[in-house]
């Protein structure tokens, strides 16, 4: 592969608040007013550090105020394309996840593809978890379960209600993938 495709970023000066504002408590309002309002000011000062948008996504989504949250999670995805592709818009061949520096595009990039899917666009979503799997094969974020799922016509929910034991996976999503991966081998040659 070709290492003048691989994209690294920059160190983003605003991680370590960013950082600094995931270790507050989240259970009263007054805190999560608080870190949404710090999470609007990191954005601010820094667009291209993704992990704000991120995290301020979520906290929308749970909150149900879902077009707000959608129209934060576009505008991540969009300043991600913007690090990433070259300027004829081609993805890099490489965004790996072993470099500290591209975990928050990343994370955008797939909250991007997970919205697309929850909201039932899994076309969109489909060529989004695939142009991430191809720039990780390492697949830290776990794409390659979530390519498998839409191929096997799950919904972002089933998939959910089926693997997601209280916000981690355990090993049954990897038994549930050699079992069935087999079926569309093409979409996962290469991976590590």
């Not at 003048?4 to 960013?18: A, G, I, L, T």
Request: proline share 2%; aromatic share 14%; with cysteine.
């Amino acid at each position: 592969m070709n290492k003048d495709r691989e994209f690294v970023d920059d160190n983003r000066d605003v991680s370590m608040s960013y950082y600094d504002l995931c270790d507050v408590d989240t259970s009263t309002k007054a805190n999560l007013n608080y870190i949404k309002k710090e999470l609007k000011k990191l954005i601010k000062s820094e667009p291209y550090f993704l992990d704000s948008y991120s995290h301020l996504y979520q906290l929308l989504l749970n909150e149900d105020k879902v077009v707000e949250a959608r129209e934060l999670i576009n505008m991540a995805y969009g300043n991600a394309l913007e690090l990433v592709l070259d300027k004829a818009g081609n993805w890099p061949d490489l965004i790996e996840w072993g470099w500290i520096e591209n975990r928050h595009i990343i994370r955008a990039i797939l909250n991007k593809g997970i919205d697309e899917w929850m909201f039932y666009r899994n076309d969109v979503a489909l060529d989004i978890f695939r142009k991430l799997l191809r720039t990780n094969p390492r697949d830290n974020a776990g794409v390659r379960f979530y390519i498998l799922a839409i191929l096997m016509k799950m919904s972002f929910e089933e998939y959910e209600e089926k693997f997601n034991k209280g916000g981690h996976y355990d090993d049954s999503s990897w038994k549930w993938f050699e079992k069935n991966c087999k079926k569309f081998a093409n979409e996962f040659t290469g991976l590590e």
